[in-house]
């Protein structure tokens, strides 16, 4: 019967994938890990000489005690005594072997573990927002788990289980041949022959209810995961029952699948305890004949025995041990095909560091779309230039944020083009972009860390005094020496233990010891109280002193101050200019302004009333 064609596409993939681990274990570039691999081999090859040749001390002192047949060569004056001596020390050595071959591969698993494991992470670092955005960071992070996992397993198991075991057999096969008869060969050919198929069409029919059972496993982590970062979500909205139940649905597929895993299994070891056992009886009772009519020694029937115990420990392992293989192949593929996800934006081949004169902006007829068929941006033209704030305002959906993740090139654009100092920014490089420009998000998100380290985590090769200073311009130091560890404190996961002013305070206090020459304010205040947003736009005041500083606001009495207003409506510039300038002509500005009102000095009524008295006056 023909392999299926999803059997024939498991094995293309499956041999893909061992092409794919083999260069991290011969790598070209690495001479001392290749050393390691072929003495792993060679003293691998020692043991199973040694286990193949156990069994001869075995029967011959048998044979000496049973006082029975003759001596070899090799035997003579050793004694019974001596005999299990060398038998055991044969049995010592083996094993031995076979922990030093583990001690010599352990560092060339290890590493190659640990370069896909690096590998993976870069990689999914370059992958754009836009993957990640639609990614659950929960599935994203089992597959890489079982896919570094499986790398270890893979590299060992296949190396060093059934390659030995394949080897084992054939020396097996030749002594049982060549000391006894080709009957005994045929018996345990036909043996090994049955077993191998029962265990590898067995295991093929788990293999697919281990992949239901990872894909319910995943499913339940990524709903604990996701539920778990919602935590005050879950709890604003009394939803700790139903999340519970969302859960507990996931984990009740997970154990029906978990169950069928248990239940193949039990078929699996009986089919094969069954098939072995077998054998090892009709092998047993050909020798027993032969014991019985002269033929061969007691101490042959010892070792045809043993040899028989010898081959069945590697073949009950083997089911185990091709069924972990064919789940690594599947984990691993999961890891390779995100490896495979090319990454969106990319540096070209000639991409060079970008050269930073005064930090112009200018975005030069720009049309972006997430999707094509839905644009943000339909031709924007913006000028920022060196050392001014410009500020973009409109509703929502208008594209003000689309165009601060441009900047920062999260997307490259669909037409036209967004240059720096006139350098187009596909044509640098990323690495040299964000060291250029520094973020301050709506919602700064910490590490589970300390204080200090998410404050250094601007620029790590600061010093500490550096780190205090920005935490001082940031008016936060004071804050962090009250706590009882003062730099020292942990933040907790996303920076949960501290308010959302503090939270603030910290990413500027990052953001000034990064020091850009560009800064962008995405909405950077826009969830704070009045107070905070106050003391807070004050030091976001300070913090653009000297520097290009694009605006992204909701709350317009934040960007007042701004040397020139963009406002931004489908995906258009509709206007543009200073604050007064753009009340008076009372534009789209002007009605954001009177609808959206203040509560501080820039009350939009009065201001409305005192633009509209000014323009009859003069009129």
Avoid: C
Avoid at 280 to 303: E, Y
Avoid at 444 to 469: C, K, M, Q
Avoid at 545 to 565: F, K, M, P, Q
Avoid at 582 to 607: C, E, F, I, K, N
């Amino acid at each position: 019967m023909s392999a299926s064609p999803s059997n024939r596409t498991g094995r293309r993939s499956g041999l893909s994938i061992i092409r794919k681990v083999a260069p991290y274990l011969w790598p070209d570039d690495m001479p001392w890990v290749k050393r390691r691999v072929a003495l792993a081999l060679f003293v691998l090859l020692l043991s199973k000489v040694i286990a193949v040749a156990t069994p001869f001390f075995y029967k011959a002192a048998v044979d000496a005690l049973a006082g029975e047949g003759t001596d070899p060569a090799w035997a003579l004056g050793a004694g019974a005594v001596g005999l299990t001596v060398a038998y055991g020390v044969a049995r010592l050595m083996s094993n031995g072997f076979q922990q030093l071959r583990d001690v010599i591969f352990a560092a060339v698993g290890q590493r190659a573990l640990r370069m896909l494991a690096l590998e993976t992470f870069q990689h999914i670092h370059a992958l754009s927002l836009r993957y990640h955005i639609t990614r659950k960071t929960g599935g994203l992070s089992r597959i890489i788990e079982r896919g570094v996992k499986g790398v270890d397993f893979l590299l060992r198991f296949l190396l060093f289980s059934i390659g030995p075991l394949v080897l084992e057999l054939l020396m097996i096969a030749v002594v049982l041949a060549w000391v006894f008869d080709i009957w005994y060969l045929a018996v345990v050919f036909v043996t090994i022959a049955l077993y191998v198929w029962f265990t590898f069409a067995v295991t093929e029919w788990r293999v697919k209810i281990r992949k239901e059972m990872n894909d319910q496993d995943t499913d339940a982590n990524q709903k604990a995961i996701d539920s778990l970062l919602n935590f005050e979500t879950v709890k604003y909205f009394g939803a700790e029952a139903r999340e519970a139940e969302r859960y507990d649905g996931s984990m009740e597929r997970y154990v029906a699948a978990a169950l069928k895993t248990n239940y193949s299994l039990a078929v699996l070891n009986f089919g094969q305890a069954l098939l072995i056992t077998a054998g090892l009886v009709v092998v047993m009772v050909m020798a027993a004949i032969g014991v019985a009519n002269g033929a061969l020694t007691v101490g042959d029937f010892v070792m045809v025995n043993a040899y028989m115990i010898q081959i069945t420990m590697p073949l009950n392992f083997l089911g185990t041990v091709y069924r972990e293989i064919r789940q690594a192949l599947v984990d691993m593929a999961e890891m390779f095909e995100l490896l495979e996800q090319p990454a969106e934006v990319q540096d070209k081949p000639d991409a060079r560091a970008l050269r930073v004169d005064g930090g112009a902006v200018r975005f030069d007829d720009v049309v972006f779309g997430y999707d094509a068929e839905r644009p943000i941006l339909r031709g924007v033209t913006l000028d920022v230039p060196a050392g001014q704030t410009v500020a973009i305002v409109g509703p929502s959906g208008s594209g003000k944020s689309t165009i601060g993740r441009l900047l920062f090139r999260f997307y490259d654009v669909n037409g036209g083009a967004l240059r720096i100092d006139g350098q187009d920014v596909r044509d640098i490089t990323q690495e040299s972009l964000h060291r250029t420009i520094g973020v301050v998000p709506q919602d700064t998100v910490l590490f589970n860390d300390t204080v200090y380290y998410n404050i250094a985590y601007g620029r790590p090769e600061a010093s500490r005094a550096e780190v205090l200073e920005a935490a001082r311009a940031a008016k936060i130091h004071g804050f962090i020496e009250s706590l009882p560890e003062g730099y020292d404190t942990q933040v907790g996961e996303r920076g949960l233990k501290l308010s959302g002013g503090e939270k603030q305070r910290v990413g500027i206090a990052r953001t000034l010891l990064k020091n850009p020459p560009i800064l962008l304010l995405d909405e950077a205040t826009s969830a704070l109280d009045t107070e905070t947003e106050r003391e807070i736009q004050r030091e976001l005041k300070a913090m653009g002193e000297g520097r290009t500083v694009l605006t992204i606001a909701h709350r317009l009495s934040t960007i007042a101050d701004a040397d020139r207003i963009v406002v931004l409506e489908d995906g258009v510039i509709v206007e543009e200019g200073t604050h007064d300038a753009l009340l008076a002509s009372q534009g789209r500005y002007a009605t954001l302004w009177a609808r959206q009102g203040t509560d501080d000095d820039h009350d939009a009524a009065p201001r409305v009333r005192d633009i509209e008295e000014r323009a009859v006056a003069e009129g």
